[in-house]
């Protein structure tokens, strides 16, 4: 059974009887090559009908026809190394997966109950994305009825207009948009208002990681909107669902605090090193 939390009733396909196989072993059975060995148990769905396996170190793999396929062609992200100086995201996101491997938990917290949608889903379903207009939806989704996938195109619309979020370009028929972090607290005051849910929210530039723990403590969602120093054309907002402390097991020295957050780009939570000498700007937005 293939569980989708994108499908209407949470699952996108089933087999029953005594032949039936998983998708991954299927998959793993159209193996091009004997030899051929894959460095990750995940399984990527690219659409419907085909999904595949994808070596993590070397980006390399095949689909469930056999063909060769790789982590650049499918738009997969995979984790890089971290950098005292990273230009880009890839270099303070990390997997949970990783996270748990390499490091102890010195604390931990997290919100549930929100919904949160891959930029491809978002693109396919409203023809245009914009990071913030993401990251707001799903926030709003935690405190409020939203109109869920069926109804996606309405809600992120009425959340890029609320938002005043401009064009920033349009490619292979898409629409971008580029969203003032300035304009969120209207946005999601008014769209959660609309519904019935009065909220509170308040913003804080270069927000201390204590801020977001102690809204996430209080039971809250919050974003997280910042720009790499080192890449002026970096700028992102990713939904904040909760926190770690991590010291790695290997170094007591290595101590980070992070974020859980919905990247907005793939599905499920990942790590966020909010190391503040990473970034030019920040602001933390916080409701309650």
Known sequence: ????????????????????????????????????????????????????????????????????????????????????????????????????????????????????????????????????VSAMLTVCSFYTTTSGANGLDLDYTELWRRSRTEVDHTQNGIIYGSTQAGSIPEAIRGFCLDRGTSVNVSQVAFANWTAYKNNIDSGNMSIFSGTLKVNANSGHAMAVAGYISLTNKDDVLDFMNTLMVCDGWNGGLRILNHNLLHYSSNMGTFVS
């Open 1 to 132: 059974m293939v569980f989708d939390s994108e499908e209407d009733f949470g699952i996108s396909e089933f087999s029953y009887g005594e032949d039936a196989i998983s998708p991954y072993e299927s998959t793993l059975k159209q193996n091009p090559l004997s030899s051929y060995s894959i460095d990750s148990d995940k399984l990527y769905k690219i659409d419907q009908l085909t999904y595949c396996l994808i070596d993590e170190t070397t980006g390399d793999g095949f689909d469930n026809y056999g063909e060769a396929v790789s982590a650049l062609s499918e738009g997969l992200n995979f984790i890089s190394s971290r950098s005292s100086s990273p230009d880009s995201w890839e270099q303070v996101l990390m997997d949970p997966s990783v996270v748990y491997r390499d490091y102890k938990i010195a604390a931990v917290n997290s919100v549930s109950g929100y919904s949160s949608y891959t930029e491809q889903y978002v693109k396919l379903v409203t023809g245009r994305y914009a990071c913030t």
